[in-house]
């Protein structure tokens, strides 16, 4: 693999530059409240590299929580016109995303692509460059390695930056995206140095967060298939709001909800919006009738969606273990501890 | 904690109650647990760290909760209160529920960083909170506790916002609006958040945009800022939920002092007295009626 050396400084004057240059910069910085998130930089001293993992994933950027799909207007003799949103196109560069939401953003590449190619979507993939800065393990809740990544996986990054210490990165080139990158700042890369030193920090890395993370989900997919009604569901539920806090920070819940907004009188907007399994509207029928009415069918909805039916689906799994969800849940539901307690009852099964 | 456990214990064994709702230790610190036997009753724990209000488990909707049987919830002096509104505006009858009381000095503002509670570490709400326990209670547990005496950083916030012009207050509230992404955890926390059709959820004709953008957003706090006027019990679960950081608190809290103000009225833990929003009086405040 190609690889190349930045320093600190010439990680942030290569932000200066790219600002120069009219691309957008994002990656994390502070809120008003001082939490950290994923933001658009106006300035290369706004990123806060490696300050914790940001309050919401990545998916944003390129899923907005609402966006226009297009406008229409009444004109003469009762037409209706239809005027197609312009597909965003700005390029644009993330600095210091954290590797499991660079890898849910290339998870959902599968679905976005599928049955239709979800122009959106991948306007702002092409448009996008991601630098993903190498974890080293963040908390209890991160299970990156249960689902078959890990700390400093290079799924869905471009460049990846790894520490080795006096402030300088090892810096992997992923793709031919990342390449041109490079390729396009000389003066702010150095020559590949600090191999033994970038090894040493994966490694310590990916033991950290193996040493807390739950068995690996892939196996416990046949006891999941047979057992669609265990009690399991009705029991891990009962704290759950159905609030969709652990959607909304999600780096791979992409469920979009599609709304028509009149602006005016003979005009307005269709938008598609975020939206989760978890609340009763998600799946109620005209009729009335809800095939997911109550909160233990939602909750194993999610988790079913993330483990089972997506991999079946795409060869992938659409979790990458970040803890976004069991940091965020207002009732304390805790993914980790899920996967385990499945992963006790698959053992005693067989 | 022991006084909690026997009496748990004890509800469960006499049948007065088939769940105890309370707090366990969790992964990520306490949680609200569902205690249906005595091992389960024998987790369950009280502290500065229980900060998750546990009235919203009694709403009717979840089915899930409801099906374990008669319940007896661990109430805090402001979960209580959640309570009261519930049996006020007939959502839970009081004879249906058992309610253990806790005495309370206040939760942590931080309660997964955990630590004792001091001055510095006191939730902002439990500053200005002046019930350490309730009479909404069937069973008090706990050793009475003295208020710490720590100035409202929210209030101060409050006081701020105020001062502010209005264009520098509407630049205040459009940067904070403009991280909420409707995801609705707000409402399904709240305990006063009942509604099964919730106004932000109608489509014909739809009130408020579900988009969120400037103009939906504006329009959803502003809905359930007026619907939880002199209702919201100041639990501080909205904000706590919120997955985006947006400070609600200083709504509920203005809202709060608006209607205290205007209507001589703060939502306490004694179901029969009305809240204004529930009722009309000749002699309340109309003179902005044109
Ligand atoms: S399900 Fe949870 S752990 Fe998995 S990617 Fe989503 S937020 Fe992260
Ligand atoms: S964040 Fe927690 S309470 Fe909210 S829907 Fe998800 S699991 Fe349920
Ligand atoms: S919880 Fe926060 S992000 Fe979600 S709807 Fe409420 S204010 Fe908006
Ligand atoms: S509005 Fe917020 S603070 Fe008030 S009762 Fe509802 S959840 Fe609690
Ligand atoms: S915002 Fe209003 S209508 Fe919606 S659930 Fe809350 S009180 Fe009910």
Known sequence: MNATTISSSDLSGLAADLLAARVRVAGPARASDGTVEYRHAGAPAELVLDSGVPRRSLKEFFLPPTEPLFAWRTGAGGRVELLEAPLPADPAVVIGARPCDA???????KVMGWDYRDEPWFARREATTIVSLACAGFDRSCMCTSVGLAPDTTKGSDLLLVPIGGGAFRAEVVTAKGA??????????RPASGEAEAEAFRKAAREKVAASAPPAADPLRPWLDAHFDHPLWREASLRCHGCGACAAVCPTCHCFDIVDEPETVGTGVRRRNWDTCQTPRFTIHASGH????????RIRQRVLHKIVIYPKKFGEMLCTGCGRCS?????GMDLPEVLARIAALAGGAQ | MTELRELAKKLLAEGAAKVVIGWEEGPRGVRPA??????AADRLVFDARCAHDLAPYLDRRRVHVAKLGRPAVVVKPCDARAVAGLIRETQVKREDVVLVGVRCGGV?????AGGTLSADTIADRC????SRETALADHVVGTPVEPLAAPSRRDARVAELDAMTPAQRWAFWQGELARC???NACRQVCPLCYCDRCMADKTQPQWIESSPHGRGNLSWHLLRAIHLAGRCVDCGECERACPSGIPLGLITRKVASVVADRFGHKPGDDPAVPSPIGTWRSDDPQEFIL
Do not use: H, S
């Open chain 1, 103 to 109: 890898a849910g953003i290339e998870a959902l590449d």
């Open chain 2, 181 to 183: 992404t409707r995801c």
């Open chain 1, 327 to 331: 940091r965020a849940c207002p009732g």
């Open chain 2, 108 to 112: 942590l503002a931080d309660p997964e």
């Open chain 1, 180 to 189: 041109r990158l490079v390729a396009a700042y000389p003066a702010r890369f």
């Open chain 2, 127 to 130: 500053r200005t909170c002046d």
């Open chain 1, 290 to 297: 809800n095939p997911k009415n109550d909160q233990p069918a």
């Open chain 2, 34 to 39: 569902f205690a249906t036997d005595a091992a």
